[in-house]
């Protein structure tokens, strides 16, 4: 029973397009998170929804926006993809809204492609 | 703002071998510190922590120590097997991004060959 999933797992597309990335937890997490990892391997904060709440907001290009229907689900837009957007994108949750226990729980990623 | 400092990899070890993947930090305040591990093809996972200085955390014979007064963090273990290969990444939280970011380092490649 996967606790953090994204899908879809790979995506390929032409620059200019416009895609999501979709996320859902079932831990019953207040709080979820969407990170970008480069192809260096470096991890960085994107966007933080505590409650469906946005509570942090990186200096993302606001073609990125993302969307919390509920606590459970957190999506991610991007418009007019661009050669740089190529990552991959993860989803993480956590339990509570301070997360002093550092326990993020993450998803398998997405790997976005850009051409 | 808050910074997490880990060496770059990738580190190659044979199996059986000590394990010292280096870690320091900046953060203002009293950060908690982290090590996750992420296997190939698969997300992040909370390998082990510390909340306060001086704690020691350990988890599957990988240890390290909450070092105030060096800002350090390091990774041990004292004998690694093949199936340690991964990328293994230090964190913080609680510095001046608040406890609700955790800010990661960049991560070190380990592979273990037999």
């Known amino acids: 029973d996967t606790a953090v999933s994204q899908t879809p797992k790979y995506l390929v597309t032409q620059m200019g397009n416009d895609k999501s990335i979709k996320c859902e937890q079932n831990?019953?997490?207040?709080?979820m998170y969407w990170y970008k990892q480069d192809s260096k391997k470096f991890l960085k904060i994107m966007f933080s929804?505590?409650?469906?709440?946005?509570?942090i907001n990186e200096t993302v290009p606001n073609r990125f926006s993302p969307k919390s229907p509920d606590k459970a689900h957190l999506n991610l837009h991007i418009n007019s993809l661009e050669l740089g957007d190529s990552a991959v994108y993860f989803c993480?949750?956590?339990?509570?809204?301070?997360?002093?226990?550092?326990?993020?729980?993450f998803g398998e990623g997405s790997r976005l492609t850009v051409l | 703002g808050d910074s997490v400092t880990q060496m770059e990899g990738p580190v190659t070890l044979s199996e059986e071998a000590f394990l010292t993947i280096n870690c320091t930090y900046t953060?203002?305040?009293?950060?908690?510190l982290f090590w996750y591990v992420q296997y190939p093809g698969e997300g992040l996972q909370l390998l082990l922590k510390?909340?306060?200085?001086?704690d020691k955390g350990s988890n599957k014979g990988f240890e390290a120590t909450y070092r105030k007064e060096t800002t350090s963090f390091h990774l041990e273990k004292g004998s690694v097997q093949v199936s340690d290969s991964a990328v293994y990444f230090c964190?913080?939280?609680?510095?001046?991004?608040?406890?609700?970011?955790?800010?990661f380092g960049i991560g070190t490649k380990l592979q273990v060959i037999p």
């Open positions: 510390a909340t306060k200085a001086d």
């Open positions: 964190a913080l939280s609680g510095g001046s991004g608040g406890y609700q970011k955790v800010t």
């Open positions: 953060a203002t305040g009293y950060p908690s």
């Open positions: 831990l019953g997490h207040d709080t």
């Open positions: 929804y505590n409650n469906k709440e946005l509570i």
């Open positions: 993480a949750s956590s339990q509570v809204w301070q997360t002093n226990t550092g326990e993020l729980f």
